[in-house]
């Protein structure tokens, strides 16, 4: 599985336009702690549903998509996070050492 870099206001749209299941990936790249939960994260994701978009967010980089993405889906802002997306809603908002791919994948089932 690839990730999808999240990059721009027209891709959340069009996660919030997605009828089935979406996931982001809210990452910095300064913090030792998220670079270890993206770790974690990639060793198991392959464990998803091979037709499930993985985005993934450089939120230093792009800090207005991470705050439009808090914004859109009704979340804290954190980092790292992950983010569940079903038809438009966040079902499952995960962060730091709480990252699953494991309960990802029961919220799935």
Same mark, same amino acid.
């Not at 990059?7 to 990936?25: H, M, P, R, T």
């Not at 994260?41 to 991470?66: G, T």
């Not at 993405?69 to 992950?82: I, R, T």
């Not at 494991?102 to 799935?108: G, I, N, S, T």
């Given at each position: *599985? @690839?990730? +999808?870099?999240?990059?721009?206001?027209? !891709?959340?749209?069009? &996660?919030? !336009? @997605?009828?089935?299941?979406?996931?982001?990936?809210?990452?910095?790249? #300064?913090?030792?702690?998220?670079? *270890?939960?993206? #770790? #974690?994260?990639?060793?198991?994701? %392959? +464990?998803?549903?091979? $037709? *499930?978009?993985?985005?993934?967010? %450089?939120? &230093?980089?792009? #800090?207005?998509?991470?705050?439009?993405?808090?914004?859109?889906?009704?979340? =804290? =802002? /954190?980092?790292? !996070? *992950?983010?569940?997306?079903? $038809?438009?809603?966040? &079902?499952?908002? !995960?962060? =730091?050492?709480?990252?699953?791919? /494991?309960?990802?994948?029961?919220?799935?089932?």
């Amino acid at each position: *599985m @690839n990730w +999808k870099s999240l990059d721009s206001a027209d !891709q959340v749209e069009a &996660i919030k !336009q @997605n009828e089935g299941y979406s996931l982001i990936f809210k990452h910095s790249t #300064r913090c030792s702690i998220s670079m *270890m939960a993206k #770790r #974690r994260f990639e060793m198991d994701m %392959d +464990k998803l549903p091979a $037709d *499930m978009p993985l985005y993934f967010l %450089d939120l &230093i980089k792009y #800090r207005d998509i991470s705050s439009l993405v808090a914004q859109d889906f009704q979340v =804290h =802002h /954190e980092s790292p !996070q *992950m983010l569940l997306i079903k $038809d438009g809603e966040c &079902i499952l908002d !995960q962060s =730091h050492g709480g990252i699953s791919v /494991e309960e990802a994948l029961e919220v799935l089932s």
